[in-house]
């Protein structure tokens, strides 16, 4: 996947996140395609070594880890068929996803002449699912698939909210992500929730997304609250 493209002139930041992408997924498939100790992994149901070794983290078993798999090949054979963002990006199947965030930054830096370093990220949580966009917008990008843990975003209030009972991690509407100047940025009635790739944490930590809040920031800092791109 990805050999279309070949010109260096006419790479965007998006094509190459994208390149990047598919070439850390060949590499991943080689690897599984000479696999000698298959057999013992699907009866241990455990990703081999090997693997995870080359892949992104993940805390599946082999099978649910394998199906999952699938689908993030399949997700980036669509993108690289023409390298045209996808209307709304799963985040989650890349394996790096902090390169695309900063290449939210590039290409909105590039288009309006401005320093890359005076750029920064802006959340805005839609009411939509993924389903219901068409085309991606015309600076930044729609992102789905992420969940919260530790409460819960309220779709009609625009906020975080405390968790319902037994409602572990539910899932976020599509999020606009867009880049602004940092001194553009307003933090009033933010709380900055931290993104992992994974319920791990700690070194599988990917940004931090400015999220609306009605409560005190405080109350989300002592409860973990964070956003999670696979359960």
Not at 126 to 136: G, H, I, L, Q
Request: hydrophobic share 40%.
């Amino acid at each position: 996947m990805g050999e279309l493209y070949t010109r260096a002139e006419d790479k965007t930041p998006y094509t190459i996140v994208a390149l990047q992408e598919c070439e850390r997924m060949n590499i991943l498939t080689i690897e599984i395609r000479q696999m000698e100790e298959l057999a013992e992994a699907l009866f241990m149901d455990s990703v081999p070594p090997k693997w995870t070794k080359r892949a992104y983290p993940s805390s599946l078993g082999l099978t649910a880890w394998y199906a999952d798999l699938l689908i993030r090949i399949k997700e980036l054979e669509n993108w690289s068929s023409d390298f045209v963002l996808p209307s709304s990006v799963w985040l989650a199947a890349s394996s790096t996803p902090s390169p695309f965030l900063t290449a939210i930054m590039q290409s909105t830096a590039r288009k309006n002449e401005l320093p890359l370093d005076k750029m920064t990220l802006q959340c805005d949580v839609t009411k939509k699912n993924k389903e219901d966009f068409t085309s991606p917008p015309r600076e930044g990008a729609y992102i789905n698939g992420l969940y919260m843990e530790g409460a819960r975003w309220d779709l009609q209030a625009g906020v975080i909210m405390e968790s319902r009972l037994k409602e572990l991690y539910p899932s976020m509407p599509v999020i606009y992500v867009r880049s602004i100047l940092i001194d553009k940025q307003d933090l009033r009635n933010m709380y900055q929730c931290p993104v992992y790739k994974t319920r791990s944490r700690g070194a599988t930590y990917v940004w931090t997304f400015n999220l609306r809040t009605k409560e005190k920031a405080a109350l989300w800092v002592l409860g973990g609250v964070s956003l999670i791109l696979q359960i």
